[in-house]
């Protein structure tokens, strides 16, 4: 029986530190309990680095390139020391997999009686109470949206966590998916007749009881700025808290610790108001009309930005974004508010019939409240823009990173505020299907400080990891936007032979990036080397126009042929095109060639001969028209520093480190990183970026290149073997 919280003590520092050292010994536990486990002396530092500032307090960032085995570096120590953890990966994919294979292995090789929990946010469960509604509405009559209705039904019967991701076969993108999910303004709380069954409720009493927590970096930070109630009793007795693929952790604070409203949230709220009316208060207001007037107040919202692109972002310095019309922007955001009032009045007089009608009139209240502050100047500090898509307008008001949020919710750090608190709630529901309660009644590190020396206790252990964090010595990409600048810093390189296993090429013969035709060359250069190799080739684009470009020219170079399937992301869904792409050429299926952009440049894992060749198309700085990106690298040149160097060379080194990263992800892998922007070799600050990749040999000349490929092709077994390669002069007759 695992023990419960609080049964297990924790080890003394000493002891913990020797048996940590012991864990990875030739002949230590590990070894004895897990076939697979091979000693690391970086594995083994990294580890003992974890085992040390869980021991003394204080922080750790910790670089460890792929190959270490950072996981086991963190979980040993983490599971050996005897404190409550939480664990915090950047994805729920990645949360997932440390939750149901990496932590049940070492749980059980080390012998612990630990109760480990997973939770999510909101989104990702299933909500007994909105199925319901949503099966008495009907569903607005779309079958599509019936059908996967029945199957979320029926599996409700059967599930225990209501997690959405044990349901075979649903679409992450399923217009069903708000209909059965709730978000912190509608969930009715205490007061949902499904209170008890609630599945969201049930994990975080799993987790109130559990050793060990493991959420993701959007939980954390969304509640570290909503601090919604109901996880207090949890987290003021986790001692320790270990963030993982950690070089997400800035980006994903911003888009909580702002301020953000779109059209798309009024008319779901405008939707709601709407059903609910209808359904619990007929008759009693004119639930259409007061549903209307906000539906037309939005779109007159989205029309203010007249004929801005869909995809732009519009930089906002005064009262309204640029190339707006005054008069509609202003008339708009008060058509929003004169609508939001009359429907809070008519909420009002039904709020005794059912709590969804309270919940209804707070999230109007909630709403007029944002609408009042984009009236309104941004804060000091903070920088505003306008999202544009084809149907839908976002505001957004963000600060330029999370360091002032991390030195003073987390460490307990004094610093300057840039905006008054009661004007800028930190605040945004960017991402609610990750809202959900943790930070709540998480002290201060001033009073958490205060009261361990107390009581006589340990100070909180942070430890921040990753296998890309920066490219100097201090991993100031990373230490600098999180506050975390008097760290200990500790760099892992990985135990891979680079040298050996893999090269770089940045053909010469590509016309400069800027050209219109790079994409279209680029693509005409790839796919001889596709062919020799029979696919095994992922193809990563720094915009979505050269992702179709080179997605469509390889299609029909192949298609023409079949040798080669090619895959192209938005061509199905990123779980359907990797599982295929992981398969190859086996069971006698071609090969493939995966065109990917965006969220593809990380967190993918293809070992082995289904990838052998990676191209990058450009080198990935920064959008310089981006209005966040702007105002950072404003604030460095009016700091004295250059932007470019300080900030967009960075940023651009530790993409294509990432991009790179998804070569070579064991001993026994070969390949070759392709890429197509001859700057890399051209250009100064080329030898920066150079660097940062690992130490691959590099190829001079299309002959060298074209030598390699045919020695990763002779790897292949015969039965294996792609069709007769082309060349490139025959390609460029295409």
Known sequence: MPALSGDRPAAEPSGLIAAVEQAFEPDGW????????????????????????IAEGGVLVAEAGTGVGKTYSYLVPALLSGERVLFSTATKTLQDQLFSRDLP???QALGLPLRTALLKGRGSYLCLQRLEVARQTDAGGDRSIQRVLAKVETWAQATRTGDLAELPGLDERSPALPLITSTRENCLGAKCPQFRACHINTARRDALAADVVVINHHLFFADLAVRESGMAELLPTVRVAIFDEAHQLNETGVQFLGLQLGSGQLLDFARDVLATGLQQARGLADWPRHAADVER?????????????????????GLQPEGVDPEGWSGALAAIDSGLEAMQAALDTVSELAPDFVRLFERAAELRRRAALFAQASAP?????????ASQLRLVESPLDIAQAVRERLLGMKTQPVADAEETPPYSDD???????????????????????QEGERPRAWIFTSATLGTDERLSWFTEPCGLQDARILRVDSPFDYARQAAVFVPPQLPRPADAGHALQ????????????????????TTLRALRTIGEALQQHFGERGAVEVLVQGQGTKRMLLDRFREGDSQGRAGCVLVASASFWEGVDVPGEALQLVVIDKLPFPPPNDPLVEARAQRLEQSGRSAFNSYFVPEAAVALKQGAGRLIRREDDRGILLVGDTRLTGMPYGKRLLAGLP????????????????????????????????????????
């Open 695 to 734: 130490p691959m040999r590099r190829l001079h000349d299309q002959a060298e290149f074209e030598e390699a490929l045919a020695e990763l092709a002779a790897l292949r077994p015969p039965e294996s073997a792609g069709p007769d390669a082309e060349t490139a002069a025959d390609f460029f007759d295409w």
């Open 522 to 541: 680029l693509a005409r250069l790839v796919a001889p080397a596709v062919a020799t190799l029979g696919g095994r080739t992922l193809v990563l684009t």
């Open 30 to 53: 590990l070894a004895q309990a897990a076939e697979q486990f091979r000693p690391r002396e970086g594995q083994r530092r990294m580890a003992i680095a974890v085992a040390e500032t």
């Open 381 to 389: 500090g903070a920088v505003r823009w306008a999202d544009v898509t």
């Open 431 to 453: 991402d609610e299907d990750d809202m959900a309660s943790l930070q709540a009644g998480w002290p201060s590190g001033d009073t958490a400080r205060a009261a361990a020396a």
């Open 297 to 317: 107040a939005a779109r007159e919202l989205r029309m203010s930005a007249g004929d801005a692109y869909a995809g732009s972002k519009l930089r906002w310095t």
């Open 105 to 107: 292995r070492l749980v």
